[in-house]
């Protein structure tokens, strides 16, 4: 089978309940470094994992937030007992405050890692390798016309301070801007871009400055041509 075809099982594979012949081809498809199913499995496992983290956290906040009642009486309380309870009072407020942050970074991170997901795993999408054979930049460009264009990078060295990356999607010889983006210290950047993006000639990327602009102000660090889905 082909990764096409393995898509829509990463997640079950990751679980744990995939199923044959699946199970097996999604196994050989790793053995053998197969870099679009590595891939899969390994967003697979974020989201997993994330879903998993997030439920969990929820858990936790929940508990967090049934003392908001003894919050307030405390509270209530120390208008009258000024000092005594104070320092217990910020202790919790700030444990409050520091979980619910933490459930919004979790938050985020989590409908990042379903986006990236989702244009993975589309019906519709095309995968399209860039940097091939380069000791440098190289990644994978995944355009699904119907939910938007997943970039992952490697080997992008942090942009210069000022400096951001920008995307473009190419379409017959016009650039569109489609985001900005970092890369990580380590060199890998995760990019998205959702909306539909019927007919793209090419996926490109420049470093501009960070604010943005219309049009590429530099030479493409790359620039991918985009397959038209053949089934
Ligand atoms: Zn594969």
Redesign the pocket.
């Given at each position: 089978m082909n990764?096409n075809e393995?898509r829509e099982h990463y997640e079950l594979y990751v679980i744990g309940v995939a199923e044959e012949p699946e199970r097996s081809e999604i196994r050989a498809?790793l053995n053998r470094g197969?870099q679009?199913?590595t891939l899969g499995i390994q967003l697979a496992r974020d989201v997993v994992a994330l879903r998993g983290g997030t439920a969990a956290r929820a858990g936790v906040a929940q508990r967090r937030f049934g003392w908001a009642p003894f919050l307030a009486a405390a509270l209530a309380m120390a208008i009258f007992a000024a000092v005594y309870f104070s320092g217990r009072e910020r202790d919790l407020a700030n444990e409050l405050a520091r979980v619910r942050e933490q459930n919004r970074q979790q938050n985020i991170e989590l409908t990042r890692v379903n986006q990236a997901f989702a244009i993975l795993t589309g019906a519709d999408t095309t995968v399209t390798t860039f940097g091939e054979g380069q000791p440098k930049l190289k990644g994978k460009v995944f355009v699904s016309p119907s939910q938007g264009v997943l970039l992952i990078a490697g080997n992008l060295q942090p942009a210069p301070s000022g400096k951001a990356y920008e995307m473009w999607i190419v379409k017959d010889g016009k650039a569109k801007a489609a985001g900005m983006f970092q890369s990580a210290p380590d060199g890998s950047a995760m990019h998205i871009q959702r909306g539909t993006v019927a007919n793209t000639d090419a996926v490109a990327v420049t470093l501009e400055n960070e604010a943005g602009a219309d049009q590429p102000t530099s030479t493409p660090l790359f620039a991918a041509p985009i397959r038209a889905l053949v089934q």
């Open positions: 990764c393995l498809h197969c679009v199913c």
